[in-house]
């Protein structure tokens, strides 16, 4: 299970811990697809599907299977049309895809 996620923060995201009730806990998204980024919104519940080997691509809308990582070794899914694999020229830096 990995997923690629799409940051456009260039800056830290600063909280005023006076406006956290004392005694209230708070989450921090470790899965990168919160909407209220850095905080958890219960988005990373559509990651418990998610399996060994392969890797995700999400949108606001939908899942996708971008590539299967047998091995460390991405290769595009069978289903996948060509292009699915291919990183937006926006999209940053991410893991090279293998196959394309
Ligand atoms: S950990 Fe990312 S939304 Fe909860």
Redesign the pocket.
Known sequence: MARTVRLTSTGPHRIDPTTIAPGKMI????????QS?PL?????RITKTEEQGVLYTYSADSKSVIAQCPDGACQPPASAPSDAIKPEPSAGPVPPIVGS
């Open positions: 989450s921090i998204c470790t899965c990168g697809l919160s980024y958890c919104d219960g988005s990373h």
